[in-house]
T-cell receptor
Framework: GQNIDQPTEMTATEGAIVQINCTYQ??????LFWYQQHAGEAPTFLSY????GLEEKGRFSSFLSRSKGYSYLLLKELQMKDSASYLC???????????FGAGTRLTVKP | DAGVTQSPTHLIKTRGQQVTLRCSPK?????VSWYQQALGQGPQFIFQ???????QRGNFPDRFSGHQFPNYSSELNVNALLLGDSALYLC?????????FGPGTRLTVL
């Protein structure tokens, strides 16, 4: 089976930095995705990590450690519009489907 | 370039009825995946279609079936609706690894 764990809720202040962690246990791990989902909307793609290390894309960065089954999403210079749910998802070598965590609801306060 | 589109946006059905949801993939994408997202949860993988065949299936009963057409568009059918089928149904299309989501269909079963 697969376990994907991430914190349920987080709160941070506008302009600050926040790190959202994701741990996973799965056989045949292939890659890890992060998606952002605003309430009532579809998930939008943020990042995809296959190899260990940090991938930076503007204010957002994503890190992966395959040996530790661990990833994080780092959001810098937080803006109010970053208030959303952040979904961690893994893909496996068995196929191209993704298995999602329950999501972390981030609230950015002024 | 149109993204992933889904129809209808909202749907209300009663228990025991049948429903068909539709998805058109992003231009150039040949793979369509369907997900069910209950409120406050991450998306759950239903199945994936490629070359008009069901390539992979999640842990959903046979009441959930699908189809992919030669133009890569897809349908999700749910028979004998239960109250628990109320959810946001997301379609995602892909070409290689990254899946891009449509806006979803909100299904309410009364």
């Amino acid at each position: 089976g697969q376990n994907i764990d991430q914190p349920t809720e987080m709160t941070a202040t506008e302009g600050a930095i926040v790190q959202i962690n994701c741990t996973y246990q799965t056989s045949g791990f292939n890659g890890l995705f992060w998606y952002q989902q605003h309430a009532g909307e579809a998930p939008t793609f943020l990042s995809y990590n296959v190899l260990d290390g940090l991938e930076e894309k503007g204010r957002f960065s994503s890190f992966l450690s395959r040996s530790k089954g661990y990833s994080y999403l780092l959001l810098k210079e937080l803006q109010m519009k970053d208030s959303a749910s952040y979904l961690c998802a893994v893909s496996t070598t068995r196929g191209d489907d993704m298995r999602f965590g329950a999501g972390t609801r981030l609230t950015v306060k002024p | 370039d149109a993204g992933v589109t889904q129809s209808p946006t909202h749907l209300i059905k009663t228990r025991g009825q049948q429903v068909t949801l539709r998805c058109s993939p992003k231009s150039g994408h040949d793979t369509v995946s369907w997900y069910q997202q209950a409120l406050g949860q991450g998306p759950q993988f239903i199945f994936q279609y490629y070359e008009e065949e069901e390539r992979q299936r999640g842990n959903f009963p046979d009441r959930f079936s699908g189809h992919q057409f030669p133009n890569y568009s897809s349908e999700l059918n749910v028979n004998a609706l239960l109250l628990g089928d109320s959810a946001l149904y997301l379609c995602a299309s892909s070409l290689v690894d990254t899946q891009y989501f449509g806006p979803g269909t909100r299904l309410t079963v009364l």
